[in-house]
């Protein structure tokens, strides 16, 4: 599918400040995690002054465990804690720490490789993320585990949310418990594709556009004033069922993309197993974007998706599109004579 996402409430954000990525190590985190909850809870001790960098410090330290806490061990890449420069200077205080006082070598080696990262970044302008050690070997490992985490969280539950339309719609499924995913955050692999292989359903979904809206509306709320838009194929762009669409949250062009995918799980199932499902698919032509396939599609959309956009098809949105622009550029007229 071409790509150009609600549920719970959105998580936690630094308003007005510019975040940093930053890669926390095995030992900083050791170090820093009881730290930084000791140092919270002195703050909230000494009263209300003290409340706002108490809950500052406990955020950064329920971060690092929440990031740390999936690992089985300390070995491999550390993981990405987004943060603000305030908690980096935080962290940056107990590497220094550690560089002078620990008992162990690694310890103390630990402190001296996180503060070369941290004089690199505050003098050069260098990425934490751009710098060897704390580079992920996988596209997945470089971005900040907020970030995947709510991605993934909103991948598996409109898979879930498909699954009970299609056996309600169409009497029968795939096997989710059975289907090879793969989801990568590489900006060279942007196309998601699915279907079946080797007898199982299988979906390959390329996410990094969402990394990159995520950020966007994690350090702005700008970003989201012409809408995001989800791009179908030109063939049925302008269909005001299964088009393009226009929606105010990211998050549900994110669904909209898992639906376009789990359809042609569907489509390829139907294939191998079609004396299982009811007669709403028979005789249709089951083959790439046809009516076979746009049938799955529609009841996804119609059901889950819809009702949540802005706009449906491509007409549409450019002429909502430049409404919005006219609108935006009337205002700052209104406000410049004022």
């Given at each position: 599918?071409?790509?150009?996402?609600?549920?719970?409430?959105?998580?936690?954000?630094?308003?007005?400040?510019?975040?940093?990525d930053?890669?926390?190590?095995?030992?900083?985190y050791?170090?820093?995690h009881?730290?930084?909850?000791?140092?919270?809870?002195?703050?909230?001790?000494?009263?209300?002054?003290?409340?706002?960098?108490?809950?500052?410090?406990?955020?950064?330290?329920?971060?690092?465990d929440?990031?740390?806490?999936?690992?089985d061990?300390g070995?491999?890449?550390?993981?990405?804690?987004?943060?603000?420069?305030?908690?980096?200077?935080?962290?940056?205080?107990?590497?220094?720490?550690m560089?002078?006082?620990?008992?162990?070598?690694?310890?103390?080696?630990?402190?001296r490789?996180?503060?070369?990262?941290?004089?690199?970044?505050?003098?050069d302008?260098?990425p934490f993320?751009?710098?060897?050690?704390?580079?992920?070997q996988?596209?997945?490992?470089?971005?900040?585990?907020?970030?995947?985490?709510e991605?993934?969280?909103?991948?598996?539950?409109?898979?879930?949310?498909?699954d009970?339309v299609?056996?309600?719609?169409?009497g029968?499924?795939p096997d989710?418990?059975?289907?090879?995913?793969?989801?990568?955050?590489?900006?060279?692999?942007?196309?998601s594709?699915?279907?079946?292989h080797?007898?199982?359903?299988?979906?390959?979904?390329g996410?990094?556009?969402?990394?990159a809206?995520w950020?966007?509306?994690?350090?702005?709320s700008?970003?989201?004033?012409?809408g995001?838009?989800?791009?179908?194929?030109k063939?049925?762009?302008?269909?005001?069922l299964?088009?393009s669409?226009?929606?105010?949250?990211?998050?549900?062009?994110?669904?909209?993309?898992v639906?376009?995918?789990?359809?042609?799980?569907?489509?390829?199932d139907?294939?191998y197993a079609?004396?299982?499902?009811?007669?709403?698919?028979?005789?249709?032509?089951i083959t790439?974007?046809?009516?076979?396939?746009r049938t799955?599609?529609?009841?996804?959309?119609?059901?889950?998706?819809?009702?949540?956009?802005?706009?449906?098809?491509?007409?549409n949105?450019?002429?909502?599109?430049?409404?919005?622009?006219?609108?935006?550029?009337?205002?700052?007229l209104?406000e410049v004579?004022?």
């Open positions: 599918m071409k790509q150009i996402t609600t549920f719970d409430a959105a998580p936690f954000v630094w308003e007005g400040a510019d975040l940093v930053v890669p926390v190590p095995y030992y900083l050791l170090e820093a009881s730290r930084l909850q000791d140092a919270a809870e002195d703050k909230r001790f000494h009263g209300e002054e003290g409340d706002d960098e108490a809950f500052n410090l406990g955020c950064l330290a329920d971060a690092i929440s990031a740390w806490g999936t690992r061990s070995r491999g890449r550390p993981p990405v804690v987004t943060m603000t420069p305030d908690q980096l200077e935080r962290l940056v205080w107990y590497a220094e720490d560089s002078n006082f620990m008992d162990l070598p690694a310890e103390r080696a630990c402190g490789r996180f503060l070369d990262k941290y004089y690199r970044w505050k003098n302008g260098t993320l751009g710098q060897s050690k704390g580079q992920g996988s596209s997945r490992d470089k971005l900040p585990s907020a970030a995947v985490e991605i993934e969280r909103i991948v598996h539950r409109t898979l879930k949310e498909c009970r299609t056996w309600d719609v169409f029968h499924a989710l418990d059975r289907m090879k995913m793969r989801i990568t955050y590489s900006p060279n692999q942007p196309r594709r699915a279907g079946r080797t007898g199982r359903p299988w979906m390959s979904l996410l990094f556009e969402f990394y809206y950020r966007a509306t994690a350090t702005s700008d970003q989201a004033s012409l995001f838009q989800m791009c179908e194929y063939s049925f762009a302008e269909n005001a299964i088009g669409a226009l929606f105010e949250d990211w998050r549900d062009v994110l669904r909209g993309v639906m376009h995918e789990y359809a042609h799980v569907v489509q390829y139907y294939k079609r004396r299982h499902y009811n007669s709403k698919l028979r005789g249709a032509d790439g974007h046809k009516d076979g396939w799955i599609y529609r009841a996804l959309r119609t059901r889950l998706l819809n009702d949540r956009a802005i706009c449906l098809g491509e007409s949105i450019r002429v909502w599109r430049e409404k919005a622009r006219d609108h935006a550029f009337n205002k700052i209104d004579e004022l």
